[in-house]
């Protein structure tokens, strides 16, 4: 399903870390949707200690009949 990321812009501020990437995702129909993803880590002991991501899944709901 997964085809390709591509990062867009990542940043750090002291132990938070925010990445927007682009995901290409193929379809269970044959197509591909792309669907743009917002990353936020937080980094505590050299270690992902919490991860929130965020996205519009209007696209990808519609590309796979759930809406």
Not at 27 to 56: F, H, L, P, R
Request: net charge neutral.
């Amino acid at each position: 399903m997964h085809r390709a990321t591509r990062m867009l812009k990542q940043f750090e501020n002291g132990s938070d870390v925010c990445s927007i990437y682009e995901m290409d995702i193929a379809t269970s129909a044959g197509g591909m949707i792309t669907v743009e993803i917002t990353d936020w880590i937080q980094v505590s002991n050299s270690k992902v200690a919490k991860q929130k991501i965020y996205y519009d899944p209007r696209d990808f709901a519609k590309a796979f009949g759930m809406g």
